[in-house]
T-cell receptor, first 112, second 114 residues
Framework: QKEVEQNSGPLSVPEGAIASLNCTYS??????FFWYRQYSGKSPELIMS????GDKEDGRFTAQLNKASQYVSLLIRDSQPSDSATYLC????????????FGSGTQLTVLP | DAGVIQSPRHEVTEMGQEVTLRCKPI?????LFWYRQTMMRGLELLIY????????DSGMPEDRFSAKMPNASFSTLKIQPSEPRDSAVYFC????????????FGQGTRLTVV
C-alpha cells in the first residue's frame, strides 16, 4: 500500500463547477497535510495546508481533513480553466520527521 | 527572497558521464530536500538534510547517487556514472523546522541522459 494515495484521474469538470480531489494516507501518526498545485513544466506550489480535523477555506479552495478516516480532500469552487493542473497531496509525519511524502497527483482539466 | 535556486535548469549528458546538480535554499531554512519526479514514480524523496547534516538518504536509488551540503546555503546532488534511467526532473526544496510549515520548491533541473 502506498503511503499517500490519490485518484490519478484525469478529472475533467466544466468551468464554474466544483472540482473534488481526494487523498488517503496510511500512517496514523501523520500530523500535517498539504495540497500543492503543479502546472505542466513547473514546480509544485503550495495552495492549502491543514492540520486539524474539519474544513479550512481560502477563497475558492476548501481543504477537508478527517484523521479518523485518514482522508484529506480539496474542493475547488467555481473552477476556472486556469485551475487546470496536477494537484499533489503531501503528508508530513509528526515527531522529528520533516519530510513531505507525496501522492502521485491528480490531473485536473477545467473545460471552458 | 529569491526563493530556492537550482542550476542548471536543463542538463543533457551522455550515459556514463558525471552530472552535478546544484541548489541554494531559502536563507534561514534549516531543512533541505532533494526530490526526483518521473511520470512512472511521481515525486520521490531522495535525501534530506537538517543543518547541513544528512538525516535520511533511504531514497537514494544507488551508490551512483551522492549528495552533499557543505554549508547552509549550498547543496549538490551528483550522479556518477549517469544512466538513461536517471532521466527525470530533480527538485530541491527547503523549509524551516516547524512541523506545520510547507516546503518551498526550486524550479527544478530537467536531466536527460542519452
Amino acid at each position: 500500500q502506498k503511503e499517500v494515495e490519490q485518484n490519478s484521474g484525469p478529472l475533467s469538470v466544466p468551468e464554474g463547477a466544483i472540482a473534488s480531489l481526494n487523498c488517503t494516507y496510511s500512517d496514523r501518526g501523520s500530523q500535517s497535510f498539504f495540497w500543492y498545485r503543479q502546472y505542466s513544466g513547473k514546480s509544485p506550489e503550495l495552495i492549502m495546508s491543514i492540520y486539524s480535523n474539519g474544513d479550512k477555506e481560502d477563497g475558492r479552495f476548501t481543504a477537508q481533513l478527517n484523521k479518523a478516516s485518514q482522508y484529506v480532500s480539496l474542493l475547488i469552487r467555481d473552477s476556472q480553466p486556469s485551475d487546470s493542473a496536477t494537484y499533489l497531496c503531501a503528508v508530513k509525519l509528526g515527531g522529528s520527521a520533516r519530510q513531505l511524502t507525496f501522492g502521485s497527483g491528480t490531473q485536473l482539466t477545467v473545460l471552458p | 527572497d529569491a526563493g530556492v535556486i537550482q542550476s542548471p535548469r536543463h542538463e543533457v549528458t551522455e550515459m556514463g558521464q558525471e552530472v552535478t546538480l546544484r541548489c541554494k535554499p531559502i536563507s534561514g531554512h534549516d531543512y533541505l530536500f532533494w526530490y526526483r519526479q518521473t511520470m512512472m514514480r511521481g515525486l520521490e524523496l531522495l535525501i534530506y538534510f537538517n543543518n547541513n547534516v544528512p538525516i535520511d538518504d533511504s531514497g537514494m536509488p544507488e551508490d551512483r547517487f551522492s549528495a552533499k551540503m557543505p554549508n547552509a546555503s549550498f547543496s549538490t546532488l551528483k550522479i556518477q556514472p549517469s544512466e538513461p534511467r536517471d532521466s527525470a526532473v530533480y527538485f530541491c526544496a527547503s523549509s524551516t523546522g516547524q512541523l506545520n510549515t510547507e516546503a518551498f520548491f526550486g524550479q527544478g533541473t530537467r536531466l536527460t541522459v542519452v
